[in-house]
């Protein structure tokens, strides 16, 4: 699949759409989901043009991946939720029911996520 250059959350990096911002460096952009599925439930992504988690960790460079993940970690740490707990999570591609065709990190927390993923004979 092709980088949509007009998809939501290119267009929020280039600042043609708000967002609630919760932190922005270099490598990565972290704000709060229009539809929170938890008292927590911020989105981190790329500075970069990449589709899903597969498309980043074929092709970004190491030292975007390394500030990346320093930068969802960072996020973590800021919203507090580190000490009680806390779920992140990527959906890539159909069967994950991936919406936006930029890759992005969900981070959940401030209540009991439960297990894991809905079991497959629910
Ligand atoms: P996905 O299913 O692609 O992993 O999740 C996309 C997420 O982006 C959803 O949780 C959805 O609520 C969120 N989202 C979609 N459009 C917007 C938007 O314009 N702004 C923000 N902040 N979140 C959005």
Known sequence: MSYDPNNI?????RGELP???VYEDEHALAFHDI???AP???LVIPKGEYVSQDDFSAGAPDALIAGFWRAVGTVARELGVVEA???FLANTGADAHQEVPHFHVHI???RD???MIK???D
């Open 9 to 13: 959350f290119a267009r929020i990096l």
């Open 85 to 87: 707990g806390y779920r």
């Open 108 to 110: 959940f927390g401030g």
């Open 40 to 42: 927590v439930h911020v």
């Open 35 to 37: 539809a929170p599925q």
């Open 19 to 21: 967002c609630n911002k």
């Open 119 to 121: 079991r497959f004979d």
């Open 113 to 115: 996520l439960g297990r």
